[in-house]
């Protein structure tokens, strides 16, 4: 079982930043594919990164809405991954959802294919 907890949302201005932290337990998360997927009211979650270790290297993926604004990165030996976003916009407000998969070498999209889910963290930008 792994257990995922989100932090570092919060309430930001347009054009403003913010850095997400997804705390994950599990003793082999270094094999873990990692994503981010907001949820607005209203609507599916949505993938917008997605963050994969193999051979040493990571390697990312982002959904072309938040490409050069945010970037996914992870600390293996803090079993954490992170989202930094900059340049917010109103329409990234959502509640944002850390998800693990204990597939090993792959980046996943696709929220159907993850195991694991955090409990959320709000994120707010004021227009």
């Known amino acids: 079982q792994v257990q995922l907890v989100e932090s570092g949302g919060g309430l930001v201005q347009t054009g403003g930043s913010l850095r997400l932290s997804c705390a994950a337990s599990?003793?082999?998360?270094?094999?873990?594919?990692m994503g981010w997927f907001p949820q607005a009211p209203g609507k599916e979650r949505e993938f917008v990164a997605a963050?994969?270790?193999?051979?040493?290297?990571?390697?990312?993926y982002y959904a072309a809405s938040v490409k050069g604004r945010f970037t996914i990165s992870r600390d293996n030996a803090k079993n954490t991954v992170y989202l930094q976003m900059s340049s917010l916009k109103p329409e990234d407000t959502a509640v944002y959802y850390c998800?693990?998969?204990?597939?090993?070498?792959?980046?996943?999209?696709?929220?159907?294919?993850?195991?694991?889910w955090g409990q959320g963290t709000q994120v707010t930008v004021s227009s």
């Open positions: 963050i994969s270790w193999s051979g040493g290297s990571a390697y990312a």
């Open positions: 998800a693990a998969s204990v597939v090993v070498g792959r980046t996943i999209l696709s929220a159907g294919e993850y195991d694991y």
């Open positions: 599990g003793r082999t998360f270094s094999s873990y594919a």
